[in-house]
């Protein structure tokens, strides 16, 4: 039986204390009292996404055994936002971040990451100086020509990094957690449910469960052997095993979703419009959806103030649509700096009034 056929309380290795066993509260109690005296607090500590306005709402963080959902429409910046949040979790000394890409190479993945610390990752406003994607390449090709004509065939991308004023800074800041953010090109055909949790539990396993799991994305993920009907069967499938893999290795997931057909169709997407089955609702402890600004105010206030409106079109709204530890239903908004590949990551509560939502005001 395959490990996607197993129940969810079926005993799976990994670091979580106890098994799967049954314990009287008092056991639970003396386990959790030890771990403290032992100064193993990671079940009270939360890894900060580094999304001021998130963290705050989500209580602190990113917890143990929870699975967060990232969904939105195409090119609002779903990947930037979960990239940006692995290599956040990755600059703490404590916490390696693991990222599968179904999307992208992890040379592009690198590229952008560049561009990203150009900008001292999204924290300053002014972006003028920052590198863009198709500077980076003019870099790289010009300076290797340059190499060549010198007869210096040797010349690598590292040094070329190195040398180069723009990229230089960007470079050594993406030294300071290079070694703690492991990034994988996945193939929707060969990196299965099975292999990723196999994956995971090795490196719970090496770094003592300091792991966080990112997923891009959720429905290309394999299931093997295929026994789904169709795709909201395999997408049950896939987030339940997910969900498991958080459960039984204790760290933290965060799955970027897709939207279905009437979720594009429709003015502003919702946790209902991810594409798959209701499962996606049901397994997840946050649910996090983006939409872009401008597109989901309110017509009142785009017919009152036209021109500050348009400014909104770089401004991405998040909903924490669902919170199993706190509020929900909670629009913050942050600025995107997507040329740069990157959120300015100091956000605000959305003070304007949107479509088919209620003011929420704390």
Known sequence: MSTEDQPRNAKVSGPRRGGHAPRTLTQVLKEADQMVVQ?????????PTGFDQIDRI?????????????????????????????RNLALNE???????????????LLNRLLCLESVDGGVADGTSAGLRLKDLHNIVVSQRAREWVRHDGNVGLYQILTQHPKTAKALEAINQYADRLILMKASPAVTTLNSIREMVRQMVEVTGGKVALFIDYLQKVAIHPERATDEAEKVTIVVEGLKDIAMTLNIPVLSIVAADREGLKSKRLHLYHLRGSSALDYECDIAIIMNNKFHILSKDHVAFNPYKSESYRDWVVFTIEKNRAGRAMIDVEFQLKAQHFCFVPKGSLVEQKLIDEKIIVE
């Open 39 to 47: 100064g193993e607090l990671d079940e009270y500590l939360p890894i």
């Open 94 to 108: 404590a916490t390696y971040a693991f990222y599968i890409s179904y999307e992208h190479s992890e040379i592009h």
């Open 58 to 86: 989500i209580g602190g963080g990113l917890r143990r055994t929870e699975m967060v959902l990232l969904g939105g429409p195409q090119g609002i910046g779903k990947t930037i936002t979960a990239l940006q949040m692995a």
